[in-house]
T-cell receptor
């Protein structure tokens, strides 16, 4: 049981480049989330999904797109990276809307120059 | 996130002392109140949670208290140890997602 995994662990992009971050979970969870973490800002929700084929915007969605084509995978895309998107990105999953633990991946450190 | 305030932002205690972190939220519909611990270089991990129909919950050295009327809940750590040093986040459930506070950096010195 790997839990929540993220690919890649580190990435450096130039301004304007695009990339996709992959999140995978093997717990059959319905809900999946993408957060970004910046110093002094806590974790801010970018997008989330409450089931296969569904996505919704969080607190800071601008500049990002997501897709949930398969229940176990949640992809985060940056179409045209900007230095303001330099951050640590965390994926998370939980069983459903009820009470219970939300499991986090190890994070992806992204630097945009 | 928005509308969740966590205090203090940093806390330094001596080993063996107690630590208390307070979280204030604004969504009156919230009914689930967890605390997460994040160690350096890792993702956050749940350490304790409480539901709105309970006022207090304990798990060994860790406890959470909830005052739903005043919209705040607190994390209490007793007999602190150096391995308790980490960043702690409150994250009340709002709709479909946990709304994380900005975090409290706890340092326990031997």
């Amino acid at each position: 049981n790997a839990g929540v995994t993220q690919t890649p662990k580190f990435r450096v992009l130039k301004t304007g480049q695009s990339m996709t971050l992959l999140c995978a979970q093997d717990m059959n969870h319905e809900y999946m989330y993408w957060y970004r973490q910046d110093p002094g800002m806590g974790l801010r929700l970018i997008h989330y999904s409450v089931g296969e084929g569904t996505t919704a915007k969080g607190e800071v969605p601008d500049g990002y797109n997501v897709s949930r084509l398969k229940k176990q995978n949640f992809l985060l895309g940056l179409e045209s990276a900007a230095p303001s998107q330099t951050s640590v990105y965390f994926c998370a999953s939980r069983q459903d809307r009820g009470f219970g633990e939300q499991y986090f991946g190890p994070g992806t450190r992204l630097t945009v120059t | 996130g928005e509308n969740v305030e966590q205090h203090p932002s940093t806390l330094s205690v001596q080993e063996g002392d107690s630590a208390v972190i307070k979280c204030t939220y604004s969504d009156s519909a919230s009914n689930y109140f967890p605390w997460y611990k994040q160690e350096l270089g890792k993702g956050p991990q749940l350490i304790i949670d409480i539901r709105s129909n309970v006022g207090e919950k304990k798990d060994q050295r860790i406890a959470v208290t909830l005052n739903k009327t005043a919209k705040h809940f607190s994390l209490h750590i007793t007999e602190t140890q150096p391995e308790d040093s980490a960043v702690y986040f409150c994250a009340p459930l709002e709709g479909y997602a946990l709304n994380f506070g900005k975090g409290t950096s706890l340092l326990v010195t031997p």
